[in-house]
């Protein structure tokens, strides 16, 4: 079974999308080098409605279908919401909702051995933390201070349950890698 984590980009001062919940702060950062960036392995994705709505409206992926698989491949990709919500035409989209406890198996069957990447939002990681379902955190944090917005990890989380296992320079970016330590047993 593969591992399931939340790799994202975050501001200096902890924010994934602005107050519009855009992310062209983050594709305005020069000399991105995205392939270093973004976790490989991957089988599944997960993502929250906003960040779902997001990648359909930024590329008019409903109009050109086929950019969908630029980002997301051919992987199933698990959409958190409560609403009825287009897919594009050839994409492996699964709306669940509820609680991620009760979607995990389905997504963890979906992944096989791979890992799964919970894209976004950090609420929704948050949930697979709460779950004890989380076991890598990923940030590669930009040059960037946003006044508001989308808090990367709406969460208090101590140091107790995250061990740094790497952190380099990616072009622009201080790439962070933290491992999240189960509870201690009470």
């Known amino acids: 079974m593969g ?7 975050t501001t200096i001062n902890g924010w994934i999308a602005d107050e519009h919940n855009s992310l062209a ?19 599944a994705m997960v993502e929250g409605s906003t960040t779902y709505e997001w990648v359909l409206n930024e590329s008019d992926i409903l109009a050109n279908p086929e950019k969908w698989r630029e980002f997301h491949g051919d992987r199933p990709v698990f959409v958190f919401t409560s609403r009825s919500l287009p897919v594009p035409e ?3 989209v699964r709306f669940v909702s509820g609680s991620v406890r009760d979607a995990l198996p389905a997504i963890r069957a979906a992944a096989g051995e791979g ?24 940030l590669s944090v930009a040059p960037v201070a946003l006044t508001g917005g989308a ?26 890698i933290y491992e999240v330590v189960p509870p201690p047993a009470s």
């Open 3 to 9: 591992k399931i984590l939340f790799d994202t980009a």
């Open 25 to 43: 702060w983050l594709f305005a950062v020069a000399d991105e080098p995205d392939e270093e960036l973004l976790p490989q392995g991957v089988s």
């Open 90 to 92: 050839g994409a492996d």
């Open 115 to 138: 890992d799964i990447w919970v894209v976004g939002g950090g609420d929704l990681a948050g949930q697979f933390l709460d779950a004890g379902a989380l076991d890598e955190i990923a």
């Open 151 to 176: 808090p990367l990890f709406p969460r208090r989380v101590e140091s107790d349950r995250l061990k740094l296992v790497s952190a380099r320079a990616v072009g622009q970016f201080a790439r962070l």
